[in-house]
């Protein structure tokens, strides 16, 4: 519960910051709308590349404690200097900061403070959030039947709390922040950061920790460059004679051994024990020149992660259609009529709707689908597998795509017959399409995390996720 907690007040600091950056740039920066979309999708693909950092830091050096521990701070750093900054240098003259009343221009000095904090920011929420995941499912022993039925369980309410972070800092401070206020708005923000750090500090004691498994890079050329000196040999058929350590674990720290297996076997060569490598075997628990001679785990551990590669490509198209499917339904929302009486309703408020069906699903299914199915056969559910669900998130996707689609043809109606560019068509009728999206996100991105956290080994876990995680960047910066 303590880091979903402070899963919860992370996401929401990083979201203060997140959520209104363009129209900050364009009404504090001075930026054009060209340049703040810009800066605003550089600086989200630098959030999710970072998240590989903090996933090769937590899996190789620092471990996944420290990783959390570590970034956090800086993200609460990169929240103090931000509101230092917004609220000593750039809201000049006092009372700007809105789309009426820009800013004063501000020297370079300035801006680039401003855009120092703001990466900081970037730098540790992005290199946390892996390690953060990662970490919260190590908490549960996979060895013990309830809490390995728990563990399943836990990337769908880390996903919820993410949500509830989301969910929280895109109406509140969305709401504060548009209306011109925003030394409040980072200020929240910055409590919520100094308060996630105290809740994980708070359970140091409590957690159970695991020490990080050395460089998985090396590792990696290690295996490559074993087998090329060692392309003349001929693969045994079913792995017979291949190198592996005597025990139960691996030579790598914490990480359990992993069984042979047939794919890419041209890799296998990395194993096979020669004349020149059988001087150095005996009485080691691993060999002088891990370049010549690898174990079977460590070959295993590097088609595991080839194995991954092309899962991640897809994940990069389907963010890919998650992202703009989002931001063409705000453009929608934004020809439509906003209106509830004196208020207007923000059309990027709409995801609210995505954001509360994805947790009420989610939840859903785990509390109430899953235990009546339980009740009523009289036997265990097999779900389906992580990449059945992730398929049937992206159908859900399409038919909310042809909802929208559906939706812009009346919307074009309305504004034809009224002679209006706003549609007179109520924005909430978004409502269906915003549903779907919901249920489609909590099938792909639950299901992606628990695939990437599954099939990689216990060294590279949280790489895993990082990838995972990451495969938004490429659409932020192609973006941009």
């Given at each position: 519960?303590?880091?979903l907690?402070n899963?919860?007040?992370?996401?929401?600091?990083?979201?203060?910051?997140?959520?209104n950056?363009?129209?900050?740039?364009?009404?504090?920066?001075?930026?054009?709308?060209?340049?703040?979309?810009?800066?605003?999708?550089?600086?989200?693909g630098?959030?999710?590349?970072?998240?590989?950092?903090?996933?090769?830091?937590?899996d190789?050096?620092?471990?996944?404690?420290?990783?959390c521990?570590i970034?956090q701070?800086?993200?609460?750093?990169?929240?103090i200097?931000?509101?230092?900054?917004?609220?000593?240098?750039?809201?000049?003259?006092?009372?700007?900061?809105?789309?009426?009343?820009?800013?004063?221009?501000?020297?370079?000095?300035?801006?680039a403070?401003?855009f120092?904090?703001?990466?900081?920011?970037a730098?540790?929420?992005?290199?946390a959030?892996?390690?953060?995941?990662?970490?919260g499912?190590?908490?549960?022993d996979?060895?013990?039947?309830e809490?390995?039925?728990?563990k399943?369980?836990?990337f769908s309410?880390?996903?919820?709390?993410?949500?509830?972070g989301?969910?929280i800092?895109?109406?509140?401070?969305?709401?504060?922040?548009?209306?011109?206020?925003?030394?409040?708005g980072?200020w929240i923000?910055?409590?919520?950061?100094?308060?996630?750090l105290?809740l994980?500090?708070?359970g140091?004691?409590r957690?159970?920790?695991?020490?990080?498994?050395?460089?998985?890079?090396?590792?990696?050329?290690?295996?490559?460059?074993?087998?090329?000196?060692?392309?003349?040999?001929?693969?045994?058929?079913?792995?017979?004679?291949?190198y592996?350590?005597?025990?139960?674990?691996?030579?790598m720290?914490?990480a359990?051994?992993?069984?042979?297996?047939?794919?890419?076997?041209?890799?296998d060569?990395?194993a096979?024990?020669?004349?020149?490598?059988?001087?150095f075997?005996?009485?080691?628990?691993?060999p002088?020149n891990?370049?010549?001679?690898c174990?079977?785990?460590?070959?295993e551990?590097?088609?595991?992660?080839?194995?991954?590669?092309?899962i991640?490509?897809?994940?990069?198209?389907?963010?890919?259609?998650?992202?703009?499917?989002?931001s063409?339904?705000?453009?929608?929302?934004?020809?439509?009529n906003?209106?509830?009486?004196?208020f207007?309703?923000?059309?990027?408020?709409?995801?609210?709707f995505?954001?509360?069906?994805?947790?009420?699903?989610?939840?859903?299914?785990?509390?109430?689908?899953?235990?009546?199915?339980?009740?009523?056969?009289?036997r265990?559910?097999?779900?389906?597998?992580?990449l059945?669900?992730i398929?049937?998130?992206?159908?859900?996707?399409v038919?909310?795509?042809?909802?929208?689609?559906?939706?812009?043809?009346?919307?074009r109606?309305?504004a034809?017959?009224?002679?209006?560019?706003?549609?007179?068509?109520s924005?909430?009728?978004?409502?269906p399409?915003?549903?779907?999206?919901?249920?489609?996100?909590?099938?792909?991105?639950?299901?992606?995390?628990?695939?990437?956290s599954?099939q990689?080994?216990?060294?590279?876990?949280?790489?895993?996720?990082?990838?995972?995680?990451?495969?938004s960047a490429?659409?932020?910066?192609?973006?941009?």
């Amino acid at each position: 519960m303590l880091l979903l907690g402070n899963e919860v007040l992370a996401t929401l600091a990083f979201v203060g910051v997140e959520v209104n950056l363009v129209l900050f740039s364009k009404s504090v920066l001075r930026q054009t709308n060209a340049e703040a979309a810009n800066t605003f999708s550089m600086w989200m693909g630098a959030v999710y590349l970072f998240s590989l950092i903090g996933a090769f830091l937590s899996d190789s050096y620092l471990g996944r404690y420290f990783t959390c521990l570590i970034f956090q701070a800086v993200l609460t750093i990169g929240l103090i200097a931000s509101s230092l900054t917004t609220q000593h240098l750039l809201l000049k003259p006092g009372g700007c900061g809105t789309l009426e009343q820009q800013c004063d221009p501000h020297s370079k000095f300035e801006t680039a403070i401003f855009f120092i904090s703001i990466y900081l920011v970037a730098l540790g929420n992005g290199a946390a959030e892996p390690a953060l995941a990662t970490f919260g499912a190590d908490q549960f022993d996979e060895e013990d039947p309830e809490e390995s039925r728990a563990k399943t369980s836990f990337f769908s309410y880390f996903y919820v709390a993410l949500n509830m972070g989301s969910l929280i800092g895109e109406t509140i401070l969305v709401y504060i922040e548009t209306m011109g206020d925003w030394v409040l708005g980072f200020w929240i923000s910055t409590c919520c950061g100094i308060a996630a750090l105290i809740l994980l500090f708070s359970g140091t004691m409590r957690y159970r920790h695991f020490k990080p498994s050395g460089n998985p890079i090396s590792r990696f050329f290690q295996v490559i460059v074993a087998s090329f000196r060692k392309m003349s040999l001929e693969v045994p058929q079913h792995g017979e004679g291949l190198y592996e350590i005597q025990g139960k674990d691996s030579d790598m720290i914490g990480a359990r051994k992993l069984l042979h297996s047939n794919g890419f076997k041209f890799l296998d060569r990395a194993a096979i024990i020669t004349p020149v490598d059988t001087s150095f075997i005996p009485e080691k628990t691993s060999p002088t020149n891990p370049w010549r001679l690898c174990t079977v785990t460590q070959v295993e551990e590097v088609k595991c992660i080839l194995r991954l590669l092309p899962i991640w490509l897809c994940t990069i198209l389907s963010s890919v259609v998650f992202i703009q499917m989002l931001s063409l339904f705000i453009e929608q929302g934004a020809t439509m009529n906003t209106a509830i009486g004196a208020f207007h309703f923000p059309p990027a408020s709409m995801t609210a709707f995505d954001i509360i069906s994805t947790s009420t699903f989610i939840i859903f299914y785990d509390k109430l689908i899953v235990p009546l199915y339980v009740k009523l056969t009289k036997r265990k559910p097999k779900p389906p597998s992580e990449l059945q669900r992730i398929g049937v998130g992206l159908s859900i996707a399409v038919v909310a795509i042809i909802v929208a689609g559906l939706l812009e043809q009346q919307r074009r109606k309305y504004a034809t017959l009224s002679g209006e560019d706003i549609s007179p068509l109520s924005i909430f009728w978004q409502t269906p399409q915003y549903v779907l999206v919901g249920i489609a996100e909590a099938f792909v991105y639950v299901a992606q995390w628990e695939f990437f956290s599954s099939q990689t080994p216990d060294g590279i876990k949280s790489i895993g996720l990082g990838l995972s995680m990451s495969s938004s960047a490429m659409e932020a910066t192609y973006a941009a």
